[in-house]
Nanobody, 120 residues
């Protein structure tokens, strides 16, 4: 089994910054893409940013230039640096990992979510 544990959410004023972390653990053979999604109240979950094992990144248009995704493959950890935060960034942020589990195959895993609130 694989567990994704997120940290770093909280309350921040508009224009502020937060850094989210997500560590994957368990019977992991390898991890392909890792990413961050978010879901605001009354809205569908949407992709925020993703990164492949080789470092190729992809961002939602709404966060380009403000958010940066990175990963440490040795630690099976993905990060999301969020700068110039706006009230519309308020949401629950979920970590996602496309993992190969030893002896079982390839599966998609999700973290439990961390709340990010941008408000004055």
């Amino acid at each position: 089994q694989v567990q994704l544990v997120e940290s770093g959410g909280g309350l921040v004023q508009p224009g502020g910054s937060l850094r989210l972390s997500c560590a994957a653990s368990g019977s992991i053979f390898s991890i392909y893409a890792m990413g961050w999604y978010r879901q605001a109240p009354g809205k569908q979950r949407e992709l925020v940013a993703a990164i492949t094992s080789g470092g190729t990144t992809n961002y939602a248009d709404s966060v380009k230039g403000r958010f940066t995704i990175s990963r440490d493959n040795a630690k099976n950890t993905v990060y999301l640096q969020m700068n110039s935060l706006k009230p519309e960034d308020t949401a629950v942020y979920y970590c996602n990992a496309d993992c190969v589990v030893a002896g079982k195959g390839r599966y998609d895993y999700w973290g439990q979510g961390t709340q990010v609130t941008v408000s004055s």
